[in-house]
């Protein structure tokens, strides 16, 4: 799990003035309200109900975030898609506890008059279900740092174009220049 981030204005590091200055910059390029870019919706997401719902969400909520280009669009097309899977299987595990008679209240008592086989049957299918939900919140949330959605993401996407506006160009020394 990455550290604790540090906003320019708190680093205790010693850095050169150009340094703090390509780091600000950078931070601003990420952090607050800027332009929006128009991004390219897949198609599948289009198809997709839940799935363009999402998108459309996400778009709203980041809207003049400089973190997303149209190279992007395929990645958030993909956490989307899984946002939308992951949707539908809590709903699948809803509809089967209903089958099964089981709510909250009635859990136990519920059990109890169900016969051995389909309680086993359908406790591994709500194993099953559970599972795959564990998966695909662990994968969401890798999307969502991937993408900056996080904000260690967002600070991460910072210090990576600090870090590279800090470095001279190879060809900076030459030609006397």
């Known amino acids: 799990m990455p550290g604790a981030v540090k906003s320019s204005e708190n680093m205790t590091k010693h850095l050169t003035e150009a340094e703090r200055e390509a780091r600000r910059q950078a931070e601003e390029d990420i952090l607050p309200r800027l ?19 999402y998108w459309n969400q996400i778009l709203k909520r980041m809207e003049g975030l400089a973190l997303l280009d149209d190279l992007d669009s395929e990645m958030l097309a993909g956490y989307c898609s899984m946002l939308a899977r992951r949707d539908e299987t809590i709903l699948l595990v809803g509809r089967l506890m209903e089958r099964m008679g089981v709510t909250e209240a009635s859990a136990a008592s519920s059990s109890a008059d169900m016969e051995p086989e389909d309680l086993l049957e359908a406790v591994g299918k709500l194993n099953v279900l559970n599972g795959k939900l564990h998966t695909l919140d662990r994968t969401l949330l890798q999307y969502a740092e991937k993408l900056g959605l996080t904000p260690s993401g967002r600070v991460r996407l ?4 600090a870090k590279a506006a800090a470095e001279p160009e190879p060809d900076d020394d030459l030609f006397g220049d």
């Open 158 to 161: 910072a210090q990576q174009r």
């Open 35 to 53: 332009v929006r870019r128009k991004l390219k919706k897949p198609a599948f997401v289009s198809r997709n109900k839940q799935a363009n719902a």
